[in-house]
């Protein structure tokens, strides 16, 4: 009896020992979490992040590109603003058009029912008005074709030459004579020369200074 007692108590004994070692070994050994298995929101944070960060290096760079553009901008120098006679004449045609365009006058502008109609704007700026228009851009046209250069060197029988759109007399009117040793036009500040008759607008300025001497268009009929 006694021996059955011993061996249920040594019975227990192990089993209580047994217990307590699983209840360590189970309080040692670490729990399972879920951090060894990143979740899906955390693994697709990098890519979020890798990817605003494209979007503000590219953000950044536009910025940088604008602001370089507007700077060149405004360091870069306004046109010349080219003076304007009282008169409203266009006498500084030279320096606004290449010089191929104002020797063989190829300026167009939009359909009209004018010959010259390249020249309708200098004509009206001179001093001709809008009645005499027509007259004059006729006369033009017969006179020279609409070309500015054109001298005639051979058809007058006193040998005088005539120049540009209008064909202006030289020995008439910009010539030295009785009444104007300096010449005519040279009188009144038009011209230096006859040559600079060829500039077209100083020659319609010229024409109006004839037609108003004669007070008409008398000098080319």
């Not at 359909?111 to 007259?135: A, D, H, M, W």
């Not at 033009?140 to 001298?151: A, D, K, Q, T």
Request: with cysteine; aromatic share 8%.
């Amino acid at each position: 009896m006694a021996s059955y007692k011993r061996t249920r108590r040594s019975h227990r004994l192990r089993t209580s020992q047994a217990s307590r070692d699983s209840s360590i070994e189970r309080r040692e050994t670490p729990t399972r979490t879920n951090r060894s298995r990143p979740s899906r929101r955390l693994r697709k944070a990098p890519s979020n992040r890798y990817g605003k960060l494209g979007y503000r290096m590219a953000s950044v760079a536009a910025v940088v590109l604008g602001m370089s553009v507007l700077i060149d901008m405004a360091i870069a120098s306004a046109p010349t603003v080219l003076p304007l006679e009282a008169d409203g004449a266009a006498i500084h045609l030279p320096n606004v058009l290449p010089p191929r365009v104002v020797e063989r006058d190829s300026v167009q502008t939009k359909r009209s029912n004018l010959k010259c109609p390249q020249y309708r704007t200098t004509i009206l700026s001179v001093g001709f008005t809008r009645q005499e228009l027509k007259t004059l851009d006729a006369i033009i046209y017969r006179e020279s074709r609409c070309l500015s250069y054109v001298v005639n060197r051979t058809l007058n029988k006193d040998k005088s030459h005539d120049y540009g759109l209008t064909q202006i007399n030289g020995r008439s009117w910009c010539e030295p004579t009785r009444y104007y040793p300096d010449g005519y036009l040279q009188t009144l500040g038009i011209l230096n020369e006859c040559d600079d008759l060829l500039n077209p607008v100083i020659n319609l300025e010229a024409a109006f200074a004839l037609f108003t001497y004669a007070k008409g268009f008398g000098p080319w009929t």
